[in-house]
């Protein structure tokens, strides 16, 4: 049997990518979030490496959503204690903060890694189409 070989990158060079989120439904965007963010999109890609880019995410406020999800979906967080459940519509978050419906979404798609919190540092959410990153691809 032939022995596969495996090519580290040495350096990893990040590029900046822009995403319209009113383009897309929040489940296509955020897949395409995740794979930018953790670099599976490039050809040298080794799964324990950190090797992902910069995402500029623009228009969240114009964020879509299909079907009955607004009036459906919600979000559920424990204290750790009895009683301690507590639950958050999609429909009162999503005018709130619709980029925190967007980060949500994205970590959910990230493996749960030792550098999860560091590729989603990488992550910037604007909610209109004017930001003052330097995307330059």
């Given at each position: 049997?032939?022995?596969?070989?495996?090519?580290?990158?040495?350096?990893?060079?990040?590029?900046?990518?822009?995403?319209?989120?009113?383009?897309?439904?929040?489940?296509?965007?955020?897949?395409?979030?995740?794979?930018?963010?953790?670099?599976?999109?490039?050809?040298?890609?080794?799964?324990?490496?950190?090797?992902?880019?910069?995402?500029?995410?623009?228009?969240?406020?114009?964020?879509?959503?299909?079907?009955?999800?607004?009036?459906?979906?919600?979000?559920?967080?424990?204290?750790?204690?009895?009683?301690?459940?507590?639950?958050?519509?999609?429909?009162?978050?999503?005018?709130?903060?619709?980029?925190?419906v967007l980060k949500r979404a994205v970590y959910s798609?990230?493996?749960?890694?030792?550098?999860?919190?560091?590729?989603?540092?990488?992550?910037?959410?604007?909610?209109?189409?004017?930001?003052?990153?330097?995307?330059?691809?």
């Amino acid at each position: 049997m032939k022995s596969q070989k495996i090519s580290l990158a040495k350096k990893v060079q990040r590029k900046w990518h822009e995403i319209d989120l009113s383009k897309y439904t929040m489940g296509r965007a955020a897949t395409q979030i995740a794979n930018w963010l953790r670099g599976k999109h490039k050809r040298d890609f080794t799964p324990h490496v950190d090797m992902g880019d910069y995402v500029v995410a623009i228009n969240a406020d114009g964020l879509k959503l299909t079907g009955r999800k607004i009036q459906q979906k919600l979000y559920f967080r424990h204290s750790g204690y009895l009683g301690g459940l507590k639950t958050t519509a999609l429909k009162d978050l999503i005018q709130k903060s619709p980029e925190e419906v967007l980060k949500r979404a994205v970590y959910s798609m990230i493996d749960d890694l030792k550098f999860r919190k560091k590729i989603m540092a990488r992550l910037k959410i604007v909610k209109g189409s004017k930001h003052d990153y330097k995307v330059n691809n």
